[in-house]
């Protein structure tokens, strides 16, 4: 699973987020995307520790890898 910090507003968070659905869906068979929008969840950023927008956390098994 992907997890992607991301905001509105912020015009990087939005040119990645098409680019990480291009990528998801052509070489990450399987592979989900979830997209965490940091003003409206802010407690999620908070528990990630989110500083900068977008970030990515890979988690495998449930387990953060990176």
């Not at 068979?29 to 999620?44: E, H």
Request: glycine share 8%; hydrophobic share 35%; charged share 25%.
């Amino acid at each position: 699973m992907i997890v992607e910090f991301t905001a509105s507003w912020h015009p990087s968070c939005q040119n990645m987020g098409h680019k990480v659905q291009e990528l998801a869906n052509g070489l990450l068979d399987g592979t989900k995307i979830v997209r965490v929008d940091v003003d409206q969840n802010p407690g999620a950023a908070e528990a990630a520790e989110i500083e900068e927008k977008p970030t990515f956390q890979f988690y495998k098994n449930g387990e953060k890898v990176c």
